[in-house]
């Protein structure tokens, strides 16, 4: 196994992608970004609403909800 010098865990390629990687895409380069947000985001959207003392709208876009993540993450401090 793999790992960080600085913080002893494993790599993950989800948080570690390789430069130049294909892993992250820009929301607006996804070619299904219209479809309705998937089950994890609105579980995790759901969590970050209620923290930050938001309402939860289920009727986000994948896209959406992704850029509403970044948005709610940034507010309550969390994903960094």
Known sequence: MTRHSD????????RDP???????????????????MTGAQASYLKTLC??????FDPG???VEASRRI???QAKTGRGR
């Open 7 to 14: 913080d002893h865990r494993p790599e993950n390629p989800k």
């Open 18 to 36: 390789e430069p130049g990687s294909n892993t992250i895409k820009d929301p607006d380069d996804w070619t299904t970004g219209d479809e309705a």
């Open 50 to 55: 209620e923290e930050a003392r938001e309402e």
């Open 60 to 62: 986000l876009s994948k």
């Open 70 to 72: 970044d948005e709610l």
